[in-house]
């Protein structure tokens, strides 16, 4: 079977004309399997907080990177330029190219990066979020620990909880960004910094961010009040959850799609208690999320159904069985 044919029907669900291209640039490092691969999307406008991400990170990145046809040779001579300049993307980084006209067909994007992914565990990241502690070397020295043991089987997910600065103009560098806990704290205490979308509640509020604060160090505690809408930023392993739905277009309801259908299917989150990511502020394109959201929340009520149902007749046919 051709790479070509493969890739078609991998993602036949998603609007075409699409056009993917694995490795584009392939990463030079040598990854160990239990390491965790951030798997992200990234569009022009966006190339300078991806190369801050992975100057941070300094480790295995993947990255589908949206390529619109009237943009082809800009966009790849900048990126180019990046991946040239940016010493560790060379080392830790692969790119992946999502050709198409469509804009935003996230949940596929998120797909072909997880795909791609080279290690056993991904984290499904936003690119313009900083990383503000090492979660990852903390994570591969629990891995046989109970709960390094469960996210190995495939039915945990770890959510880093998400923050983002009150004052827009505050949280465009991330080199002023908070990097232990205790500074976060007090900056949540001063009300310079406060949940990720205050303003949307459902989308963040499971991460109990009281018991966040409170938490002692070392702590790592279930979410326990998990709602539809609930989209963290999360660490599970590569093989075995689900994938995203790829109906999903534009803003709204693609990420808490991809996190429901992992609940349902039986998998637990769990809140990394000493660890956090901060939002780099940029501009929201306002009447195109008002649009999109529309109708995703049709698409989102379609969905809960029907995956809903397909777990229920899952259980049934099992029941059966036995």
């Known amino acids: 079977m051709s790479e070509d044919l493969f890739l078609y029907k991998a993602f036949s669900q998603s609007m075409h004309p699409l056009k993917m291209v694995p490795y584009y640039y392939r990463a030079s490092g040598t990854f160990e399997q239990n390491d965790i691969t951030i798997t992200t999307l990234v569009t022009f406008n966006r190339f300078k907080v991806f190369s801050e991400l992975v100057t941070y990170y300094q480790g295995p990145i993947s990255a589908t990177v949206h390529v619109k046809p009237s943009a082809t040779h800009a966009l790849l001579d900048a990126l180019h330029d990046l991946y040239a300049s940016t010493p560790a993307m060379s080392t830790y980084v692969d790119i992946h190219l999502v050709l198409t006209p469509f804009d935003r067909q996230l949940n596929t994007w998120r797909n072909a990066a997880r795909l791609f992914a080279r290690t056993e565990f991904v984290m499904m990241l936003d690119v313009d979020f900083a990383i503000c502690t090492d979660f990852r070397s903390a994570i591969r020295a629990s891995l046989d620990v109970k709960i390094g043991q469960i996210l190995k089987e495939g039915h945990a997910a770890l959510v880093v909880p998400a923050f983002e600065y009150v004052k827009q103009q505050d949280g465009l560098d991330q080199k002023y960004f908070p990097r232990d806990k205790q500074t976060l704290l007090s900056l949540v205490k001063a009300k310079k910094i406060d949940m990720f979308h205050r303003t949307w509640v459902p989308g963040h509020n499971s991460t109990d961010y009281p018991r966040f604060y409170s938490a002692a160090p070392g702590e790592v505690y ?87 149902l397909r777990f229920v007749l899952g259980l049934i046919s099992d029941a059966h069985g036995r």
């Not at 590569?238 to 803003?251: A, L, M, S, V």
């Not at 940029?282 to 809903?308: G, M, T, W």
Request: charged share 30%; proline share 6%.
């Open 222 to 308: 279930k979410v326990t009040q998990y709602h539809p809408a609930y989209e963290p930023y999360v660490i599970f392993r590569k093989e075995g959850p689900p994938w995203c739905d790829e109906r999903f277009i534009g803003y709204g309801g693609n990420k808490a799609a991809c996190l429901y259908e992992m609940y349902l299917s039986g998998m637990s989150f769990y809140v990394l208690a000493d660890h956090f990511l901060v939002h780099q502020s940029h501009p929201y394109e306002e009447e195109a999320r008002k649009l999109e959201r529309k109708s995703n929340r049709k698409i989102y009520q379609d969905f809960k159904e029907e995956v809903c």
